[in-house]
């Protein structure tokens, strides 16, 4: 048998990768044809150019072990963020925040379908992916309404999650969690109303989780909500650990 069947998920990861291929091919194409302008700065010749990816502002330590965000200086044991929020997941990181070019981008991508910019969105993800991550984690990207995803076409967490998936080797099911009723979107809303909206949203399939480690994957955490629901779907399932990892966090004032 050729190795690249020789494992249960390699043959799908291959499928996976041939999609991911397929579609920058595609992309190249029409920026080859058209040439693209900087979602963040107009600038002509790239998607996201090399100055506003730089501009980037990173989610750097010291952080908080539980919620990812930064700890105020001189670091303490205490955060705010976890006093305020009763977060489901047991470790929540996230390559940047939601400010900026990358705000911009996020925004392009999910509203204007600006696909072509899951690549470079995906290597940010890449670059940021925990040293201590572990090695069988499952990536699993939180589930979009079923209204919003047939008006835009596609779940930009699942976008990210194979753009993630192909450059660290690791395997992604989009089927592992579902959502059970439809939501309104959470932006506007607050911490409360956001919980609200989102309580008993999701359940989530043990046989696919296949005794890994789940890693839920979203393009931007706001306070946390819709992760902790489907965390506790997670776990409902038999998952004993659910770690998070989004592009993107909303920024504290």
């Known amino acids: 048998m050729s190795p690249l069947l020789s494992s249960p998920f390699s043959a799908r990861q291959f499928a996976a990768r ?16 058209i040439p693209p ?3 963040a700065c107009g600038v002509t010749g790239h998607t996201f150019c090399a100055s506003c990816a730089a501009a980037v502002q990173l989610c750097q330590a010291p952080l908080c072990a539980k919620c990812g965000l930064p700890l105020q200086l001189p670091a303490s044991a205490d955060c705010a963020f976890c006093s305020r929020h009763d977060l489901k997941v047991d470790r929540l990181l996230a ?25 470079q969105l995906g290597s940010l993800m890449a670059a940021a992916w925990p040293a201590d991550a572990p090695a069988n984690a499952l990536l699993v990207p939180v589930p979009l309404a079923r209204q919003r995803r047939s008006a835009r076409g596609f779940n930009q967490a699942e976008v990210l999650a194979r753009q993630l998936g192909w450059r660290l080797g690791l395997h992604v099911d989009g089927a592992v969690l579902q959502r059970t009723r439809e939501t309104r979107t959470q932006v506007g809303l607050g911490a409360a109303a956001r919980g609200e909206n989102v309580a008993g949203a999701f359940s989530a399939s043990a046989r696919r989780l296949r005794g890994r480690w789940p890693v839920l994957i979203d393009d931007v955490c706001t306070t946390g909500a819709t992760l902790s629901e489907c965390a506790i ?3 409902a399932a038999g998952a004993p650990l659910v770690w998070a990892f989004t592009l993107a966090r909303a920024a504290r004032s």
């Open 18 to 33: 041939t999609a991911i291929n397929l579609d920058e091919i595609f992309w190249h194409s029409v920026d080859f044809l």
């Open 37 to 39: 302008r900087c979602v």
């Open 95 to 119: 390559a940047g925040f939601h400010r900026g070019p990358l705000q911009l981008a996020i925004h392009a991508l999910k509203y204007r379908r600006n696909r072509a910019l899951a690549a």
């Open 233 to 235: 779907a997670l776990r």
